[in-house]
């Protein structure tokens, strides 16, 4: 079954360290792969996207994702963090065929503490 | 312009009392997704409609009855509420690009059945 998995359910990290959510996904021929942040209570805010092209994708407020099909895996990564960072990210994927078939995995709260 | 927005902002039911969660998109999107986030959960997809006049059923649609009333508005009806339905629900909107579509998110309803 499609499936996506977050490994971890909580990253906690100091303020100006670097930070890296993991994200697995199923292996399928084509997929498109979503990161989005919600900050608290909020709705979803689009991070970046990777839907062809070059395998490191950049995203708002200095967010990062590399595509690597080997491995299976979109991890998002931070050089350095700021407070301001606190929030749950989610990662999406589609795989594919026709609509409404947008798959999210269970969410990361970053805590970042000064 | 003000994207994705959804009305109530919180509501507070008893059982087996009926409500309607309102959501309206001014960016004359085709697509619009009504979710339910359950914490450790992610996002499960109830109902989408993929343009007006349309609408199909996603992971969890038992409970709940939708609505495409035009282009802009999608509603959710939960017809005779129950504690289970208790979630943060939140609607969004995409630019139909199928399985590279990018949705847009509003802010949410909190609904807490009793």
């Known amino acids: 079954a499609q499936s996506v998995t977050q490994l971890d359910s909580q990253v906690p990290v100091f303020e100006e360290a670097p930070v890296e959510l993991r994200c697995n996904y199923s292996?399928?021929?084509?997929?498109?792969l979503f990161w989005y942040v919600q900050y608290p209570n909020q709705g979803l805010q689009l991070l970046l996207k990777?839907?062809?092209?070059?395998?490191l994708v950049k995203g708002i407020n200095g967010f990062e994702a590399e595509f690597n099909k080997s491995q299976t895996s979109f991890h998002l990564r931070k050089p350095s963090v700021h407070i301001s960072d606190t929030a749950e990210y989610f990662c999406a994927v589609n795989y594919g065929g026709s609509q409404g078939n947008l798959i999210f995995g269970k969410g990361t709260k970053l805590s970042v503490k000064p | 312009n003000a994207g994705v927005t959804q009305t109530p902002k919180f509501q507070v039911l008893k059982t087996g009392q009926s409500m309607t969660l309102q959501c309206a998109q001014d960016m004359n999107h085709n697509s619009m997704y009504w979710y339910r986030q359950d914490p450790g959960m992610g996002l499960r997809l109830i109902y989408y409609?993929?343009?007006?006049?349309?609408?199909d059923k996603g992971e969890v649609p038992n409970g709940y009855n939708v609505s495409r009333l035009n282009k802009r508005e999608f509603s959710l009806r939960l017809e005779s509420a129950a504690p289970s339905q208790t979630s943060v629900y939140f609607c969004?909107?995409?630019?139909?690009?199928?399985?590279?579509?990018?949705?847009?998110f509003g802010p949410g309803t909190r609904l807490l059945v009793l």
């Open positions: 292996s399928s021929v084509s997929v498109y």
């Open positions: 409609s993929a343009s007006e006049g349309t609408t």
């Open positions: 969004a909107s995409s630019d139909g690009q199928g399985a590279r579509e990018t949705q847009y």
């Open positions: 990777y839907l062809s092209g070059s395998t």
